[in-house]
């Protein structure tokens, strides 16, 4: 089970930062097809490269496995710039935010 989702994650992950399979891999300093072979299924990464992956995506390993949140980098991103913000502002996104669900 949690292989397949490993694999779909990264791909999902990747897709959403807009990179290439390859470009990642390099920049992980692995090989070429590194991240396409995890994402085949066909090799797994060591736990420090998994950490190094979770860093490369600006999430935490519990983002990683968060089924519920489809795009985590985008929304630690969110939660950053909402951090700089004053109480009423916050608020007001809020507001925004409950309206949009609607």
Known sequence: MYES???????????????????????????????NKIENGKAFPSMQVFFYICDYFGITPKD?????????????????????????QIINIHEIIKGLKK
Request: no cysteine; glycine share 6%; aromatic share 8%.
């Open 5 to 35: 989702y490993f694999s779909k994650r990264i791909s999902q992950l990747r897709t959403a930062k807009g990179i290439s399979a390859r470009d990642m891999s390099l920049s992980l300093g692995q090989s070429e097809s590194y991240i």
């Open 64 to 88: 990683f496995f968060d089924e519920g949140t489809s795009n985590p980098t985008l929304i630690n991103a969110l939660v950053k710039d909402l951090n700089v913000l004053n109480e009423k």
